[in-house]
């Protein structure tokens, strides 16, 4: 299935807050439909609570079916609990590192600089946003590029800083000091959710 590029607030109304889709503010807590808020909700299956979740990480991490039974994989294969593994697997990936340090307002505005060559990885351009960091990797802004990053900044929300990474706005760097913990994670999740998702697909 191919990368989501419809309406984003459908989507948030639909599975609660993504953070890394999009910055826009939902007022309507229902899910969207042309008959309005249902009178009488139905009771969600078992199968529907798990899809959802898996959704949740889809979309927030703008990746697709194949790259995330691919991170499940390998997350089995790594020692410790497989939905911690594969949580730090994604938090891991430099479109999220990018958005994490604020240089981007979405993963997809974070992909998008990537692609274009903005982003460098101890001094080394790289321009796949799939590229998964390591412990003291240093993520910088290419020198051409800062401006555009500072006026980024400034438009930008920015959330906590989570407790793994260290910026310095000024200099417009970043590094992963340590390994990402469970509380680091930028968004509401059931991990264990998702691995029951795929315990039968992979």
């Known amino acids: 299935m191919a990368r989501y590029r419809g309406p984003r607030l459908r989507i948030i109304r639909r599975l609660g807050d993504l953070p890394g889709l999009?910055?826009?503010?939902?007022?309507?807590?229902?899910?969207?439909?042309q008959h309005g808020p249902k009178k009488k909700m139905t009771k969600e299956?078992?199968?529907?609570?798990?899809l959802k979740e898996k959704q949740k990480?889809?979309?927030?991490?703008?990746?697709?079916?194949?790259?995330?039974?691919?991170?499940?994989?390998?997350?089995?294969?790594?020692k410790g609990s497989t939905g911690e593994v594969l949580l730090?697997?994604?938090e891991t990936r430099l479109d999220n590192i990018v958005f994490?340090?604020?240089?981007?307002p979405t993963i997809a505005a974070a992909r998008q600089l990537i692609g274009h060559g903005h982003i460098l990885v101890n001094s080394n351009r790289i321009t796949i946003?799939?590229?998964?960091?390591?412990?003291?990797?240093?993520?910088?802004?290419?020198?051409?590029?800062?401006?555009?990053?500072?006026?980024?900044?400034?438009?930008?929300?920015?959330?906590?800083?989570?407790?793994?990474?260290?910026v310095n706005?000024?200099?417009?760097?970043?590094?992963?000091?340590?390994f990402v913990s469970r509380?680091?994670?930028g968004i509401s999740i059931n991990e264990l959710l998702v691995v029951e998702y795929y315990s039968r697909k992979v």
């Open 22 to 33: 999009t910055q826009k503010v939902c007022t309507r807590n229902f899910p969207a439909g």
């Open 129 to 166: 946003p799939s590229y998964l960091c390591k412990l003291n990797d240093n993520i910088s802004v290419n020198e051409n590029s800062r401006n555009l990053i500072k006026k980024s900044i400034e438009r930008v929300s920015i959330l906590p800083m989570p407790s793994h990474l260290e």
């Open 100 to 104: 994490r340090l604020g240089f981007a």
């Open 57 to 78: 990480l889809r979309f927030n991490y703008g990746i697709t079916e194949r790259q995330l039974i691919n991170y499940v994989r390998e997350a089995r294969s790594r």
């Open 183 to 185: 509380d680091s994670i």
């Open 88 to 90: 730090q697997i994604l």
């Open 45 to 50: 299956s078992q199968y529907g609570i798990r």
């Open 169 to 178: 706005t000024e200099k417009l760097t970043g590094s992963i000091k340590s």
